[in-house]
């Protein structure tokens, strides 16, 4: 199984992405809060994953906040013709340096409009309706139906190319098929973690785009990252990191590469935005896409869940 970076999947008819990608939530401060460690390496890491045949940034205006779309407009702009940059609204920082729910309508326009300004675009390439995930809910006031529909409004006028949605139920996301168009799905999916298989069936049943975030078990699968610095319940056992080094081992691969190349393998429908601060970790991401994976490799890592 060897999954090219060159594979292409279209979410839209004027709107498609190679299938691994890139995700931004890890270039503004600790906590996703302030100004990166390294401004110019952050730049760098944007440039590169570009040069390195990136079509496809996953970010949010409540990265920093703001500080990743100031970066990405900082580093890329003016933009490739073929590179999609996908953001999520429904969800804005508190003082506390906290996620807090905010998909009211008119709240939802005022972050399409701060997207917009933000990243230098007059249309927003793919915008995510945020609703759940990481174990975290963002209860609304506003009937789901109500925010989903406020985003196909602007949809209409032309302000958005496609509409997604991010951690989100197989219910919800047949009610909002039944609004608008939906041309991908995030939702939280990994090696370690198939708790989205429903939702991810039923997006390759609809041919709709499902982008697993936190590919990586939220960094827990890097072969250079502190298990024991963790927080609780997020290590990989033992067990697990053994098989998935048993397969790395096989091919000259390290943990990160072996977990990227099975997500893309998964299913057709399937994309991975990697996120990385590290230009070396950029390049490790990327040269997932060339790992082949044998029959019996995928066997051992199916039953890592």
């Known amino acids: 199984m060897t999954v090219s970076i060159g594979d292409v999947l279209r979410l839209a008819d004027d709107l498609a992405v190679r299938r691994l990608g890139y995700g931004a939530m890890q270039l503004p401060g600790p906590g996703v809060w302030g100004p990166p460690r390294d401004h110019a390496t952050a730049l760098a890491v944007l440039r590169r994953a570009v040069e390195l045949g990136v079509t496809h940034i996953d970010t949010s205006d409540f990265y920093g906040p703001h500080v990743a779309n100031d970066l990405i407009r900082q580093a890329l702009h003016p933009y490739p013709d073929d590179l999609v940059i996908a953001t999520k609204v429904g969800v804005v920082r508190d003082e506390w340096h ?98 989205g298989a429903d939702v991810l069936a039923a997006c390759e049943a609809a041919g709709i785009a499902f982008t697993a975030y936190f590919p990586l078990a939220a960094g827990m699968l890097r072969h250079d990252v502190d298990l024991s610095q963790a927080p609780p319940g997020m290590a990989p056992s033992a067990e697990r990191l ?29 994309l991975a935005i990697p996120g990385t601060s590290s230009l070396a970790h950029l390049e490790e991401n990327m040269a997932a896409a060339r790992l082949c994976l044998s029959p019996e490799d995928i066997a051992l890592l199916d039953g890592l869940a």
Request: glycine share 10%; charged share 25%.
């Open 98 to 195: 906290g996620f807090e729910a905010a998909a009211e309508p008119e709240r939802l326009r005022e972050q399409v409009e701060e997207n917009l300004v933000r990243l230098g675009r007059a249309r927003l390439d793919l915008v995510h309706l945020r609703v759940g995930g990481d174990g975290l809910l963002f209860p609304s006031a506003v009937p789901f139906a109500e925010s989903f529909g406020a985003l196909a409004e602007l949809h209409e006028r032309g302000l958005i190319r496609a509409l997604g949605l991010s951690g989100v139920t197989v219910d919800q996301l047949a009610e909002a098929r039944a609004i608008a168009p939906v041309a991908a799905v995030q939702n939280r999916f990994h090696l370690f973690d198939r708790s």
């Open 242 to 270: 053994a098989v998935l080094d048993e397969v790395a081992g096989r091919h000259g691969a390290t943990r990160a590469q072996v977990a990227i190349a099975w997500l893309l393998g998964r299913s057709p429908v399937t």
